[in-house]
C-alpha cells in the first residue's frame, strides 16, 4: 500500500473528486484500484452504474481527502460530472475505437461539468506495446488541440498511475488556491491572499511532472 494513504480520522481540508470515463474496458476500474489499493486482477468486470472508492493523501501544509469515482455516463449518471473537480478521459492504447470515440466522451464531458474541471487524458495499457493502435503522438496532438493534460499509464504495471491522479489532483488545487486568492483580493484580505501565491504542492516521495496545457507538451510512459 502506498505510504500516501493516511487514517481518514485526520482532519480533511480539501474533497476533491475525479471521475474517470471512456469505452468499456479500457482499464477504467484497474486503474482505480491500483492507485486506491494498489491491486489489481485480471479477472476483474464491466461496472455498472457509478464505482466510489476514496484515498486521502498528505501535502506539504496541507492534507487533502481525494474522492474519484468511475463513471458509465447515463441517465442519472451526468448530474455526477456537474460536481466534479477533475476527469480522467481514459482510452485503451491498443484498441483504436476507444481513442476514437474520446472526442465524444469530452464533449459530454465539457457539457455537464464546470468550465473550472481539469480534465487528463490517459493512454492506458502501455504494456501491450507490441499491439498499440494509437500512436503517442496522435495523443498528444489531440490533447494538444483540446487543451488538455496528457499522460500513458499502466494499471498491470503500475506506471505512471499514481503520477496521473496526483498531477490532476495538484492541477485542481492550483485551481482552488487561485480562486481563494481572488475571493481574498476582493474582500481587501491581502494578508491571507499573499499565503496562496505561488504555493507549491509537493506530496511526500512524489513529485509528478505536470505537462503545461498552454504549451501542448505531454508525457510518455
Not at 493523501?57 to 466534479?84: E, P
Not at 476507444?98 to 490517459?122: C, G, P, Q, Y
Request: glycine letters at 6%.
Amino acid at each position: 500500500m502506498s505510504n500516501l494513504q493516511v487514517n481518514f480520522n485526520q482532519k480533511i481540508d480539501y474533497v476533491f473528486k475525479i471521475v474517470l470515463i471512456g469505452d468499456s474496458a479500457v482499464g477504467k476500474s484497474q486503474l482505480l484500484a491500483r492507485f486506491a489499493r494498489n491491486e489489481f486482477s485480471l479477472d476483474s468486470k464491466a461496472t455498472i452504474g457509478v464505482e466510489f472508492q476514496t484515498k486521502t493523501i498528505v501535502m506539504i501544509t496541507k492534507r487533502s481527502k481525494l474522492r474519484f469515482g468511475i463513471l458509465q455516463v447515463s441517465g442519472s449518471d451526468k448530474c455526477i460530472l456537474q460536481r466534479c473537480s477533475g476527469a480522467m478521459l481514459v482510452y485503451d492504447i491498443s484498441k483504436r475505437q476507444s481513442f476514437d470515440h474520446i472526442a465524444k466522451w469530452l464533449e459530454e464531458l465539457r457539457e455537464h461539468a464546470d468550465n473550472n474541471t481539469i480534465i487528463m487524458l490517459v493512454g492506458n495499457k502501455s504494456d501491450l506495446e507490441t499491439l498499440r493502435a494509437v500512436p503517442t503522438e496522435d495523443a498528444k496532438e489531440f490533447a494538444q488541440k483540446e487543451n488538455l493534460f496528457f499522460m500513458e499509464t499502466s494499471a498491470l504495471e503500475s506506471t505512471n498511475v499514481e503520477s496521473a491522479f496526483l498531477s490532476v489532483l495538484t492541477e485542481i488545487y492550483r485551481t482552488v488556491s487561485k480562486k481563494s486568492l481572488v475571493a481574498n483580493d476582493e474582500h481587501g484580505s491581502g494578508g491571507n491572499a499573499s499565503l496562496l501565491k505561488g504555493t507549491k504542492i509537493v506530496v511526500p516521495g512524489q513529485e509528478p511532472e505536470l505537462q503545461a496545457r498552454s504549451s501542448g507538451c505531454c508525457s510518455r510512459s
